[in-house]
Protein backbone atom coordinates (compact mmCIF):
# COMPACT_ATOMS: atom_id res chain seq x y z
CA UNK A 1 0.00 0.00 0.00
CA UNK A 2 0.79 3.94 0.11
CA UNK A 3 3.81 4.45 2.44
CA UNK A 4 4.67 8.04 3.96
CA UNK A 5 8.19 7.59 6.04
CA UNK A 6 10.00 10.21 7.55
CA UNK A 7 13.20 10.60 9.46
CA UNK A 8 14.40 11.09 11.69
CA UNK A 9 11.65 9.68 14.54
CA UNK A 10 13.11 11.76 16.71
CA UNK A 11 15.12 15.03 16.84
CA UNK A 12 16.56 17.39 19.63
CA UNK A 13 18.03 20.85 19.31
CA UNK A 14 19.73 23.57 21.15
CA UNK A 15 17.46 27.11 20.45
CA UNK A 16 19.13 28.77 17.55
CA UNK A 17 20.14 25.42 15.91
CA UNK A 18 18.90 24.67 12.12
CA UNK A 19 17.61 21.09 10.66
CA UNK A 20 16.33 19.54 8.17
CA UNK A 21 12.93 16.99 8.63
CA UNK A 22 12.38 14.35 5.51
CA UNK A 23 9.72 12.95 3.67
CA UNK A 24 9.38 9.98 1.82
CA UNK A 25 6.45 8.58 -0.30
CA UNK A 26 5.86 5.31 -2.15
CA UNK A 27 3.85 6.37 -4.87
CA UNK A 28 3.02 9.82 -6.88
CA UNK A 29 0.92 11.84 -5.21
CA UNK A 30 -1.66 15.10 -5.73
CA UNK A 31 -0.15 17.32 -3.48
CA UNK A 32 2.03 17.23 -0.43
CA UNK A 33 1.49 18.94 2.62
CA UNK A 34 3.73 19.53 5.57
CA UNK A 35 1.52 19.62 9.30
CA UNK A 36 2.74 20.97 12.77
CA UNK A 37 1.13 19.49 16.29
CA UNK A 38 1.76 21.54 18.46
CA UNK A 39 2.19 20.34 22.58
CA UNK A 40 -1.50 21.11 23.12
CA UNK A 41 -2.77 18.12 19.85
CA UNK A 42 -3.36 21.52 17.66
CA UNK A 43 -2.11 21.07 14.19
CA UNK A 44 -1.64 24.02 12.23
CA UNK A 45 -0.99 23.52 7.89
CA UNK A 46 2.51 24.94 7.41
CA UNK A 47 3.10 23.88 3.56
CA UNK A 48 1.08 22.68 0.52
CA UNK A 49 4.09 21.75 -2.01
CA UNK A 50 3.18 19.46 -4.59
CA UNK A 51 6.34 20.67 -5.79
CA UNK A 52 8.86 22.97 -6.01
CA UNK A 53 10.62 24.93 -2.68
CA UNK A 54 8.28 27.70 -0.72
CA UNK A 55 9.85 30.07 2.43
CA UNK A 56 7.41 30.82 4.83
CA UNK A 57 9.93 33.28 7.50
CA UNK A 58 12.01 30.90 9.51
CA UNK A 59 10.64 27.80 7.83
CA UNK A 60 11.08 26.18 3.97
CA UNK A 61 10.13 23.29 1.95
CA UNK A 62 10.79 21.66 -0.77
CA UNK A 63 9.20 18.66 -3.21
CA UNK A 64 11.23 16.85 -5.90
CA UNK A 65 7.94 15.12 -6.91
CA UNK A 66 10.14 12.94 -9.57
CA UNK A 67 12.26 11.31 -6.65
CA UNK A 68 9.41 11.11 -4.68
CA UNK A 69 10.65 13.72 -1.50
CA UNK A 70 10.22 16.53 0.47
CA UNK A 71 12.50 18.22 3.01
CA UNK A 72 11.43 20.71 5.67
CA UNK A 73 13.88 23.47 7.01
CA UNK A 74 13.82 24.80 10.57
CA UNK A 75 16.32 27.38 10.53
CA UNK A 76 16.88 29.72 13.87
CA UNK A 77 14.53 27.12 15.55
CA UNK A 78 12.69 28.32 19.10
CA UNK A 79 11.39 26.83 21.77
CA UNK A 80 7.70 27.41 20.25
CA UNK A 81 8.67 24.89 17.58
CA UNK A 82 8.50 21.85 19.87
CA UNK A 83 6.55 19.53 18.36
CA UNK A 84 5.07 16.62 16.13
CA UNK A 85 6.24 17.75 12.12
CA UNK A 86 3.92 15.02 9.95
CA UNK A 87 4.24 15.00 5.97
CA UNK A 88 0.75 13.97 4.62
CA UNK A 89 0.33 12.57 1.53
CA UNK A 90 -2.98 13.08 -0.85
CA UNK A 91 -3.34 10.03 -3.10
CA UNK A 92 -6.54 11.09 -5.20
CA UNK A 93 -9.31 11.06 -2.30
CA UNK A 94 -6.78 9.40 0.54
CA UNK A 95 -5.09 11.51 2.78
CA UNK A 96 -1.93 9.44 4.47
CA UNK A 97 0.22 10.89 7.38
CA UNK A 98 3.59 10.10 8.25
CA UNK A 99 4.77 9.00 11.48
CA UNK A 100 6.12 12.68 12.34
CA UNK A 101 9.22 13.71 13.57
CA UNK A 102 9.10 14.66 16.99
CA UNK A 103 10.94 18.05 17.87
CA UNK A 104 12.35 19.03 21.07
CA UNK A 105 13.79 22.52 20.88
CA UNK A 106 15.71 23.06 24.25
CA UNK A 107 16.36 26.42 25.68
CA UNK B 1 -12.57 34.60 9.65
CA UNK B 2 -13.75 31.67 12.04
CA UNK B 3 -11.96 28.76 12.46
CA UNK B 4 -12.92 25.54 13.03
CA UNK B 5 -15.10 24.24 15.82
CA UNK B 6 -15.40 20.30 17.12
CA UNK B 7 -18.28 19.36 19.37
CA UNK B 8 -18.23 18.04 22.48
CA UNK B 9 -14.26 18.57 23.69
CA UNK B 10 -14.47 15.31 25.44
CA UNK B 11 -16.57 12.53 25.58
CA UNK B 12 -16.71 9.34 27.54
CA UNK B 13 -19.13 6.18 26.43
CA UNK B 14 -19.71 3.01 26.95
CA UNK B 15 -18.80 -0.41 24.53
CA UNK B 16 -21.46 -0.94 22.02
CA UNK B 17 -23.04 2.67 21.86
CA UNK B 18 -23.60 5.29 19.53
CA UNK B 19 -21.76 8.59 19.71
CA UNK B 20 -22.23 11.25 16.96
CA UNK B 21 -19.12 14.23 16.89
CA UNK B 22 -19.88 18.05 15.38
CA UNK B 23 -17.14 20.17 13.46
CA UNK B 24 -18.35 23.68 11.95
CA UNK B 25 -16.74 24.71 8.96
CA UNK B 26 -13.97 27.64 8.83
CA UNK B 27 -15.62 30.63 6.37
CA UNK B 28 -15.31 29.92 2.55
CA UNK B 29 -14.56 26.36 2.91
CA UNK B 30 -16.71 23.97 1.31
CA UNK B 31 -14.58 20.26 1.94
CA UNK B 32 -14.05 18.36 5.56
CA UNK B 33 -12.43 15.74 6.44
CA UNK B 34 -12.64 13.41 9.26
CA UNK B 35 -9.72 11.64 10.74
CA UNK B 36 -8.99 9.56 13.80
CA UNK B 37 -5.60 10.07 16.27
CA UNK B 38 -4.67 7.29 18.63
CA UNK B 39 -2.25 8.19 21.40
CA UNK B 40 0.95 8.68 20.22
CA UNK B 41 0.06 8.08 16.59
CA UNK B 42 -0.44 10.20 13.69
CA UNK B 43 -4.16 10.82 12.36
CA UNK B 44 -5.30 8.35 10.22
CA UNK B 45 -8.26 9.68 7.45
CA UNK B 46 -11.37 8.26 7.88
CA UNK B 47 -13.37 10.27 4.80
CA UNK B 48 -14.13 13.42 3.34
CA UNK B 49 -17.14 15.66 1.97
CA UNK B 50 -17.49 18.00 -0.62
CA UNK B 51 -21.08 19.41 -1.65
CA UNK B 52 -22.90 16.97 0.87
CA UNK B 53 -21.50 13.63 -0.44
CA UNK B 54 -18.04 11.52 0.92
CA UNK B 55 -15.73 12.11 -2.30
CA UNK B 56 -13.24 10.33 -0.46
CA UNK B 57 -12.56 7.12 1.89
CA UNK B 58 -9.66 5.86 4.50
CA UNK B 59 -9.77 2.05 5.58
CA UNK B 60 -12.68 2.02 8.19
CA UNK B 61 -15.57 -0.08 8.48
CA UNK B 62 -19.18 1.38 7.32
CA UNK B 63 -20.03 1.69 11.36
CA UNK B 64 -17.99 4.91 10.38
CA UNK B 65 -20.43 7.55 8.97
CA UNK B 66 -21.02 10.88 8.37
CA UNK B 67 -22.96 13.56 6.67
CA UNK B 68 -22.48 17.44 5.47
CA UNK B 69 -24.83 20.46 5.74
CA UNK B 70 -25.73 22.96 3.14
CA UNK B 71 -23.53 25.05 4.96
CA UNK B 72 -20.77 23.10 5.48
CA UNK B 73 -20.43 21.64 8.63
CA UNK B 74 -20.30 18.14 9.44
CA UNK B 75 -21.64 15.22 11.91
CA UNK B 76 -19.60 12.24 12.17
CA UNK B 77 -21.12 9.13 13.54
CA UNK B 78 -19.79 5.77 14.97
CA UNK B 79 -22.01 3.05 15.52
CA UNK B 80 -21.26 0.15 18.27
CA UNK B 81 -18.18 1.52 19.69
CA UNK B 82 -15.31 -0.84 20.27
CA UNK B 83 -12.23 0.01 22.63
CA UNK B 84 -10.26 0.49 19.55
CA UNK B 85 -12.47 3.40 18.77
CA UNK B 86 -10.87 5.63 21.84
CA UNK B 87 -8.93 8.25 20.42
CA UNK B 88 -8.64 11.77 19.23
CA UNK B 89 -11.06 12.60 16.37
CA UNK B 90 -10.05 15.58 14.01
CA UNK B 91 -12.24 17.43 11.81
CA UNK B 92 -10.32 19.24 8.96
CA UNK B 93 -12.39 22.01 6.99
CA UNK B 94 -10.19 22.57 2.92
CA UNK B 95 -11.00 25.39 0.27
CA UNK B 96 -8.94 25.02 -2.98
CA UNK B 97 -8.55 27.61 -6.21
CA UNK B 98 -5.62 28.38 -8.13
CA UNK B 99 -5.16 31.09 -6.12
CA UNK B 100 -5.75 29.83 -2.93
CA UNK B 101 -4.71 27.07 -0.35
CA UNK B 102 -6.35 26.39 3.20
CA UNK B 103 -6.44 23.28 4.97
CA UNK B 104 -7.48 24.15 8.91
CA UNK B 105 -7.49 21.73 11.61
CA UNK B 106 -9.93 22.01 14.92
CA UNK B 107 -8.83 21.08 18.50
CA UNK B 108 -10.60 17.21 18.09
CA UNK B 109 -12.81 15.63 20.31
CA UNK B 110 -11.53 13.40 22.57
CA UNK B 111 -13.35 9.91 22.71
CA UNK B 112 -13.18 7.59 25.34
CA UNK B 113 -14.57 3.92 25.34
CA UNK B 114 -14.61 2.36 28.10
Known amino acids: GIQVEQSPPDLILQEGANSTLRCNFSDSVNNLQWFHQNPWGQLINLFY???GTKQNGRLSATTVATERYSLLYISSSQTTDSGVYFCVGNYGQNFVFGPGTRLSVLP | ETGVTQSPTHLIKTRGQQVTLRCSSQSGHNTVSWYQQALGQGPQFIFQYYREEENGRGNFPPRFSGLQFPNYSSELNVNALELDDSALYLC?????????????FGSGTRLTVV
Open chain 1, 49 to 51: IPS
Open chain 2, 92 to 104: ASSYYTREYYGYT
